[in-house]
């Protein structure tokens, strides 16, 4: 089993949709998260952290479930510049990060 | 730019010859690591740096591969007999301070091999 396990999609979704994204991770020791984005060919960027509270930026949402080991991410309004793999990412206890296979996602118009 | 830095961008070479690829990291930062992601997949740890220090290597680093990081600052990573299973991006990245859970980690763009 992977330790972090992401449906790699891809979703294809119209402008304005709503979506949402689901990662599992397998060891409960975690302590840190994160949502990575990852343009074709490019090198992956931090979208933001997902703190055991939730939180918000802008259009984002991330969400955490420690007893279910769950993550998620949503995007309202989808845009067509949102088009991109999203990584979900664990920290361990080193801070290598271990990534999801990542969730291909397009925008259409 | 004060980013990190990979080179080369592309390396494209036969089966069974050595490459080397360099990581230049933010300057202040003295945690480095390497990353392998194929196509489709999300990158895989390979192996990380303290200051000169490898503290880490992850199974899929055979005894093929090599890294260093001889004065604390740049590092080199170095892929002996190359196979065709080794076409992938090398990704590198660096990490500032004492690490912490939600210290950001930044890529370089990344090194492209082809091994034909």
């Known amino acids: 089993r992977k330790e972090v396990e992401q449906d790699p999609g891809p979703f294809n979704v119209p402008e304005g949709a709503t979506v949402a994204f689901n990662c599992t991770y397998s060891n409960s020791a975690s302590q840190s998260f994160f949502w990575y984005r990852q343009d074709c060919r490019k090198e992956p960027k931090l979208l933001m952290s997902?703190?055991?509270s939730g939180n918000e930026d802008g259009r984002f949402t991330a969400q955490l479930n420690r007893a279910s080991q769950y993550i998620s991410l949503l995007i309202r309004d989808s845009k067509l510049s949102d088009s991109a793999t999203y990584l979900c990412v664990v920290n361990s206890d080193t801070d290598k990060l271990i990534f999801g296979t990542g969730t291909r996602l397009q925008v259409f118009p | 730019d004060t980013g990190v830095s990979q080179d080369p961008r592309h390396k494209i070479t036969k089966r069974g010859q050595n490459v080397t690829f360099r990581c230049d990291p933010i300057?202040?930062?003295?945690?480095l690591y390497w990353y392998r992601q194929t196509l489709g997949q999300g990158p895989e740890f390979l192996t990380y740096f303290q200051n000169e220090a490898q503290l880490e290597k992850s199974r899929l680093l055979s005894d093929r591969f090599s890294a260093e990081r001889p004065k604390g600052s740049f590092s080199t990573l170095e892929i002996q007999r190359t196979e065709q299973g080794d076409s992938a991006m090398y990704l590198c990245?660096?990490?500032?301070?004492?690490?912490?859970?939600?210290?950001?980690?930044?890529f370089g763009p990344g090194t492209r091999l082809t091994v034909l």
């Open positions: 300057s202040e930062h003295n945690r």
């Open positions: 990245a660096s990490l500032g301070g004492a690490g912490g859970p939600y210290n950001e980690q930044f």
């Open positions: 997902v703190y055991s």
